[in-house]
């Protein structure tokens, strides 16, 4: 949001690093529009924490990564660091909320400046939970900021009925439309709150509840934002690649997300190794530079760096990709594109930085299997030499001076060099109107409604993959003769693809689903052996013990 890159300095109010924790609560009367912002600008940094953060479960869990990436299979091999730090930041989020939120809940009149980021907080709140359901399970329920260290958990039943009502509450606060937003296409409307609700009650359809009624609430509230998307000012992109090659970075199809200030801000970081004769290799330095980049992305769901400083690119499982079909949406979504030939070395004093001069660029498509295949649709882009011994590292650069394209590399010094690339500016989408197409496709064949428009639906994205006009009939629909089953199937593979590696993506459909025991089948399990069993004990995390000591309810 509004000067997102400050927020971390401002925080005003941030909750405590553990909920139970006692702290001294410091409430600044919020009387305008102005204190809104800051107030809302330390929330937005609460969730912008939690979200932009590296090798966490539950993405990683699913089958769209591989397991052999991170340090598990399961939450119970993540050990408790992991825990705790979803659990904090989340209820982090809801005291940041709550602060808000409490100021006005006797309030019988509310300043119209004010409503806005109220049904802001209320949506923000609605999410954290939303969260926290889905990964520990039954979770205390925190509506104040008073310290309760008797807190006991919440059944499932009451804690949806929770966020269903701060959604409720969201939208009757916030505005109509993007242009009448807090922020101007920026902030979230009354159809990002209805939106969410459509996944919610999508949710409580499967795992745990099992309340089949939902799928009809579903689809109702999903219809509700399609009907009125226009006035949203929400629509789905004709061109998959324009989500992610920073063309329109505030663009209709963010339902909900984050935005920051500085947009087209492009980092390089170069990193090398030793490669010695032995086979082994040794880590080295680090460097950064700032270059104008051929493409930069729109999306920065994962940070650049560990906490280490070690800098990562974000692979994708191996069966995943295979069963991936063919299409546009797959060029853009992994690196599959890759250099055949570099040339010349040459070296730019003004830098001190040794550059591969590309005069033969001979790029080569591969859509089997590679250990080399990444998410490039996170903004992160590596460019291989194959014919090379050592195999070089590198980013493609153009020269607006001389018309050329440049491989940067450190090939003097006999170091494999590789190189990442982010855009600093770059806005995180959590909710997509795919999303809102998607809930309403598979919501109506789950509640026995499927028709025509439900098809529709999920052509417009099934279209959009293949690069063809999304409003026309095409060879890639799906078959008209679908049983509601086998719909419903097709969407949720559909929604796989769509959303692989995104916040809301495919963990959480493996779960609602019962699923989960079926990732021995779905991901080419290869370290360590033996193949892990799933059971219903691997679908939530167990809350962090310093929480269960100091709440023995929490047990």
């Known amino acids: 949001m509004k000067n997102l890159k400050y927020i971390f300095l401002i925080l005003i109010f941030s909750g405590c690093q553990k909920i139970f924790h006692e702290e001294d609560y410091k409430i600044s009367k919020i009387g305008s529009s102005e204190e809104m912002d800051i107030a809302l600008n330390g929330l937005y940094g609460r969730l912008a924490q939690y979200i932009n953060q590296p090798g966490m479960p539950p993405q990683y869990l699913a089958d769209d990564f591989p ?71 039954q979770v205390p329920i925190v509506n104040n900021i008073e310290v309760n260290y008797s807190l006991p958990k919440s059944s499932f039943k009451d804690i949806y009925a929770f966020i269903e009502s701060d959604l409720l509450k969201a939208a009757g606060y916030l505005p109509v439309n993007k242009a009448m937003a807090r922020i101007p296409n920026q902030s979230p409307v009354i159809g990002s709150a209805r939106a969410m609700l459509a996944e919610v009650y999508l949710t409580m359809g499967g795992y745990p509840l099992l309340d089949n009624t939902k799928y009809i609430q579903a689809a109702l509230v999903a219809r509700t934002v399609i009907d009125s998307a226009i006035n949203y000012g929400f629509d789905l992109l004709p061109d998959y690649a324009n989500l992610w090659d920073g063309t329109d970075i505030q663009n209709r199809e963010v339902v909900f997300g984050l935005f920051f200030s500085e947009h087209g801000s492009t ?8 490669r010695y004769s032995d086979g082994t290799y040794s880590y080295g330095t680090y460097t950064t530079w700032n270059f104008n980049i051929e493409t930069t992305n729109s999306y920065n769901f994962f940070d650049a760096f560990l906490s280490s400083g070690t800098p990562y690119y974000i692979l994708p499982e191996k069966l995943f990709f295979s069963s991936f079909p063919a299409s546009y949406r797959k060029d853009i979504t992994f690196q599959t594109i890759f250099l055949s030939t570099a040339s010349t070395l040459e070296f730019n004093n003004s830098d001190s930085i040794y550059y591969t001069k590309i005069t033969k660029y001979t790029p080569y498509k591969s859509l089997e299997w590679r250990s080399d295949i990444f998410y490039k649709k996170f903004g992160y882009y590596i460019q291989y030499d194959s014919l090379s011994v050592l195999t070089t590292f590198g980013h493609r650069v153009f020269d607006p001076y001389d018309g050329q ?45 499927l028709d025509a428009s439900a098809y529709e639906a999920v052509n417009m994205i099934r279209r959009r993959a293949n690069k063809v006009d999304i409003h026309s ?63 219903k004990s691997d679908y939530f995390e167990a809350i962090p013990n310093g929480d269960k000591v100091l709440n023995p309810n929490l047990k």
């Open 67 to 137: 397991n052999q990436q991170y340090q598990g299979s399961k939450y119970s091999e993540y050990g408790n660091d992991f825990a705790k730090v979803n659990w904090q930041r989340l209820y982090n989020i809801i005291t940041s909320a709550n602060n808000i939120i409490c100021q006005f809940q006797n309030s019988t009149i509310i300043k119209n400046e004010i409503k806005p980021g109220l049904g802001e907080a209320h949506l923000l709140r609605a999410y954290a939970y939303f969260r926290l359901v889905r990964i520990f399970g």
């Open 267 to 274: 980092k390089i970081v170069h990193y090398d190794t030793t």
């Open 405 to 449: 394209y440049y491989l940067i590399s450190d090939s003097t010094t006999g170091k494999l060099g590789k190189n990442y690339y982010m855009n600093m500016g770059q806005s995180i989408y959590i909710y997509r109107y795919a999303h809102v197409l998607l809930n309403y496709a598979e919501a109506k064949a789950r509640s026995g409604q």
């Open 473 to 535: 009939s095409s060879k890639y629909d799906l078959q008209p003769d679908l049983s509601a089953q086998q719909f419903a199937d097709s969407v949720v593979n559909e929604r796989a693809w769509e959303f692989c590696a995104e916040p809301e993506g495919r963990w959480f459909d493996l779960l609602r689903l019962e699923m989960i025991e079926q990732l021995p089948k779905l991901k080419n399990y290869t370290v360590p052996p033996p193949i892990p069993v799933f059971t």
